[in-house]
């Protein structure tokens, strides 16, 4: 190999990289912007609802709580689903730590390097 290749050898040691959107605290974090956000949907939703002039504006803030409720479950049903010990459907999930080992892909099959399965 000469000395300018050596830019193609592959890295015996690589850092698995975990998004920080993934983490504990930043899922929290989101449940609880978007719980606040259904609460300021409900509180506006409550106002609307008491003004006969803004009654046909009450879809706004209804709208908020919606998207707040939403993102919140979807939150909190995929952070169940991981502690349950079912499929984690993040796109940076790398099992292998060497490339000497086979890599498993999303529906838990080992492959090897050939493209066999080895299951």
């Known amino acids: 190999m000469r000395k300018t290749d ?4 592959r890295p015996v040691h690589r850092k698995i990289i975990v998004p ?8 929290l974090a989101t449940i ?7 609460l300021l949907g409900l509180a506006g939703v409550l106002a609307a609802m008491e003004r006969p ?9 209804a709208v908020f709580m919606l998207a707040g409720g939403g993102v919140a479950t979807s939150v909190v049903i995929r952070m169940a689903s991981q502690r349950s ?3 984690r459907d993040s796109a940076y999930e790398f099992k292998s730590r060497s490339f ?3 890599a498993q892909t999303r529906i838990g099959k080992k492959i090897s390097r050939k493209g066999e399965s080895l299951r």
């Not at 920080?20 to 899922?27: E, T």
């Not at 002039?53 to 803030?61: K, L, S």
């Open 20 to 27: 920080w959107h993934d983490s504990l605290a930043a899922r």
């Open 100 to 102: 000497n080992r086979p």
């Open 6 to 9: 050596k830019h193609l050898k």
């Open 85 to 87: 010990g079912g499929k």
């Open 53 to 61: 002039e803004y009654t046909r504006h009450a879809w706004v803030p």
């Open 32 to 38: 609880l912007l978007m719980v606040l956000v259904f």
